[in-house]
Structure formats: structure tokens, C-alpha cells
């Protein structure tokens, strides 16, 4: 079985500060990890994800995740945050092939101030 | 190219009644998913169709739901007697290529239930 956990269902930075947004997964099988974001009033919309390429991904709007194996993280960040970057953010993890589900994590919003 | 859509973008339904939520995937994805989020909690799958096939329903909370996908094109999910547990967000995604994981997978704005 596979699960993600979001560590903090709210985080709030300064505009201009790092956003870090934390995602542990367990997988009994290698991992495809993916992190969507939703913004107010609109659907799920995929940020990055991980297939097992590169350990460093990056995605759009200037944010990125690293997937390390040995700690079983894929945490987002952002060096800069900007006040569109408010959203409500989540991890989700895949089996590695195409008949499983993908899972997600509660979500973690960022808040984001000026 | 249109993306994932779905209707209605907001129903409120007395319990006990049915409603039927509708989903038009992009055109050309053989992979039709549906997921629901109740208040405060994970976004949890429900189904997989491939064309017409369900290739997985294990998420499918009892057999007040019924998902369809006639011809392999659109979706629907009825949920008939309605009950107010039953109250989410439902999404619909599709992805183009069958058996290969890594392929994005497209979500559409969801379809706001809310039961009273």
C-alpha cells in the first residue's frame, strides 16, 4: 500500500520568503511522486512530478522538489514566495505502472503575506 | 484543446434525493478517473474507467454510486439515495496513455456536492 503524508495543513510566509512545503511517502514499489496545486475556485493542476529521471525536478511558476530516497521525502520549495503562490497545495504518489491509483496527502495551504 | 470539464460545477440536494454529476474528458484520454474530497479530509480515489472498462472501483464508498462511460467518452456518477456523508468536492481526470504511470494526469474544477 502507498501513503503520503503532508506535515502542516497551513503554512504562512512572508511575500519574497522560501516556501517549503513537506511531503514523506511510503511505498512498498518504487515511487512516481507529483504535486498539484489548486488555487481558489479551480481545479487541480499539476506543479511537477517525479518518475524516477532526475532526483531534482523542477515544475512551473519557480518551484521545484527533491526526491531522496532515504528519507522517503519529495518536499516542494520555492526560493522567492509571491502573493499568487496562495493555494491550497498536495503530494500525491503512484505505483510504477499504469493501473494504480494515484494517492494523495490532505493538502497543506500556503498563505502567503505581504 | 479543452480541458477536463465537468457539470454541474455546484449542486445542493435534500437527502434522499439523486444526483447525477457529469464528466467530459479531454479528447483522445482513454484513462477516466474520478476522485472526491469531503470536507477537510484527502482527496480519495473512487474509480478508474479505461474506455468503457472499469479497470478499478475499489474506491467506491457502497452501491449508492454508480459510475458509467458509455462508448468510452464521457462519465457519469449518480449517487442515488443521497445522504448527507455524501457531501464533497468530485473530480473527474483523465490521461492519455493506457499502462503508462508516468503520464500526467489531468484534473478537471470539480463538481461541488453538498447534501442538507
Known amino acids: 500500500a502507498q501513503s503520503v503524508t503532508q506535515l502542516g495543513s497551513h503554512v504562512s510566509v512572508s511575500e519574497g520568503a522560501l516556501v517549503l512545503l513537506r511531503c514523506n511517502y511510503s511505498s512498498s514499489v518504487p515511487p512516481y511522486l507529483f504535486w498539484y496545486v489548486q488555487y481558489p475556485n479551480q481545479g487541480l493542476q499539476l506543479l511537477l512530478k517525479y518518475t524516477s529521471a532526475a532526483t531534482l525536478v523542477k515544475g512551473i511558476n519557480g518551484f521545484e522538489a527533491e526526491f531522496k530516497k532515504s528519507e522517503t521525502s519529495f518536499h516542494l520549495t520555492k526560493p522567492s514566495a509571491h502573493m499568487s503562490d496562495a493555494a491550497e497545495y498536495f503530494c500525491?504518489?503512484?505505483?510504477?505502472?499504469?493501473?494504480?491509483?494515484?494517492?494523495f496527502g490532505t493538502g497543506t495551504r500556503l498563505l502567503v503575506s505581504p | 484543446e479543452a480541458g477536463v470539464t465537468q457539470f454541474p460545477s455546484h449542486s445542493v440536494i435534500e437527502k434522499g434525493q439523486t444526483v447525477t454529476l457529469r464528466c467530459d474528458p479531454i479528447s483522445g484520454h482513454d484513462n477516466l478517473y474520478w476522485y472526491r474530497r469531503v470536507m477537510g479530509k484527502e482527496i480519495k480515489f473512487l474509480l478508474h474507467?479505461?474506455?468503457?472498462?472499469?479497470?478499478?472501483e475499489s474506491g467506491m464508498p457502497n452501491n449508492r454510486f454508480l459510475a458509467e462511460r458509455t462508448g468510452g467518452t464521457y462519465s457519469t456518477l449518480k449517487v442515488q439515495p443521497a445522504e448527507l456523508e455524501d457531501s464533497g468536492v468530485y473530480f473527474c481526470?483523465?490521461?492519455?496513455?493506457?499502462?503508462?504511470?508516468?503520464?500526467?494526469?489531468?484534473f478537471g474544477e470539480g463538481s461541488w456536492l453538498t447534501v442538507v
Open positions: 474507467f479505461v474506455k468503457e472498462s472499469k479497470q478499478d
Open positions: 481526470a483523465s490521461s492519455q496513455q493506457f499502462g503508462s504511470a508516468g503520464n500526467t494526469i489531468y
Open positions: 500525491a504518489v503512484r505505483g510504477p505502472t499504469g493501473f494504480q491509483k494515484l494517492v
